[in-house]
């Protein structure tokens, strides 16, 4: 529900709509939060509402203590526990704009990313939905690096570059939302992958998404996340491609694409369910697990870890600690 002392979209009816409405979903981000809206507010276009969407977040008395300096600049919205694609649908819903622009509450915005988000798609009315580069930040390795450098985006936005990872879309979009609504929204049964099944949908519906490379973002990585935590993120990509696979009218070559590239994922996931059985100390299902990824892989590394894991998993595990402490500074087992 919306709480009392929140600006509704009723009550804002008769205001004139504003060009862009930013949703926010909130989970765990009270430390954060701040940071975000001031770089929303601090942006050099200035038609936009901002809607907030507490998600049944177990932080949220002190959400609320930090938000209270906003309250008057934002619309609020508080609800049990829905996930991050309820949380959006929720903000989509409730927007009373024709441009939906996502930011997650820990990251934060240069200030020209609205108007140059907002410039593109008026000076090019085929585009449905544009994301801008990033500059990663945080508690992460790829912390300084720019989100292209690790997750590049070439060519046109299809299906194919799409499933192959060639185009991976940066979750920060600026949209048009009747684009979002006539592909059906955040599909609210999962829990992960969620923004990828919708730019597939988004594709096979008709609809154009582009991007470019100025790095309008800084991308907060967590430790903490879901988007840290590779295993359960493969999981997820997994059901995305498998509903793909139900449920969108796809060509017979998309068809083998998609088959191909399950079952690359699916290797994936073994290898590092692998992995953390090593690191863990479980060898048996360490073994199944690289075994099962390297029957797609082929990869001589992996045989070798392998033959090593079978003869002498003490001995490798004791190098891959040795590896972490001096080579890496850090530890690199999760």
């Given at each position: 529900m919306i709480t009392s002392n929140a600006i509704t979209p009723e009550d804002m009816r008769h205001d004139t709509r504003p060009a862009v409405s930013i949703i926010m979903p909130a989970y765990?981000?009270?430390?954060?939060?701040?940071?975000a809206l001031d770089?929303?507010?601090a942006q050099n276009f200035t038609d936009y509402e901002i809607i907030v969407v507490n998600d049944g977040a177990p932080d949220t008395d002190e959400l609320e203590r930090v938000l209270e300096p906003y309250r008057s600049r934002i619309v609020y919205i508080k609800q049990e526990n829905m996930g991050v694609s309820g949380a959006r649908n929720t903000a989509v819903k409730a927007a009373r704009s024709p441009l939906i622009a996502q930011l997650d509450p820990d990251d934060l915005w240069e200030p020209d990313?609205?108007?140059?988000?907002?410039?593109?798609?008026?000076?090019?009315p085929t585009i449905d939905v544009i994301y801008p580069n990033a500059m990663i930040f945080g508690d992460s390795p790829e912390a300084g690096h720019e989100f292209m450098?690790?997750?590049?985006?070439e060519g046109e936005v299809t299906f194919e570059q799409l499933v192959t990872q060639r185009c991976n879309v940066l979750y920060s979009i600026t949209a048009r939302r009747d684009v979002i609504v006539r592909a059906g929204m955040f599909d609210e049964s999962l829990r992960g992958s969620e923004d990828?099944?919708?730019?597939?949908?988004?594709?096979?519906?008709?609809?154009?998404?582009?991007?470019?490379r100025r790095a309008l973002l800084h991308y907060r990585r967590r430790s903490a996340s879901l988007t840290c935590d590779v295993v359960r993120m493969l999981r997820y990509t997994l059901q995305s491609l498998e509903k793909a696979e139900r449920t969108l009218n796809l060509t017979?070559?998309?068809r083998g694409i998609l088959k191909r590239e399950h079952n690359r994922f699916q290797a994936t996931l073994r290898f590092n369910e692998g992995k953390q059985a090593f690191l863990s100390g479980d060898?048996?299902?360490?073994?199944?697990?690289?075994?099962e990824a390297n029957n797609f892989f082929r990869s001589r590394k992996t045989a070798l870890a392998l033959f090593f894991l079978r003869l002498t998993p003490r001995t490798l595990l004791r190098a891959y600690n040795v590896r972490d402490r001096f080579i890496f500074k850090a530890s690199t087992k999760s």
């Open positions: 765990n981000v009270a430390a954060y939060i701040t940071d770089s929303v507010f990313y609205l108007s140059s988000q907002v410039a593109a798609m008026n000076d090019d450098e690790i997750c590049p985006s990828f099944d919708l730019w597939l949908r988004i594709i096979k519906a008709g609809g154009r998404i582009a991007y470019h017979t070559e998309e060898v048996k299902q360490a073994i199944n697990g690289l075994s």
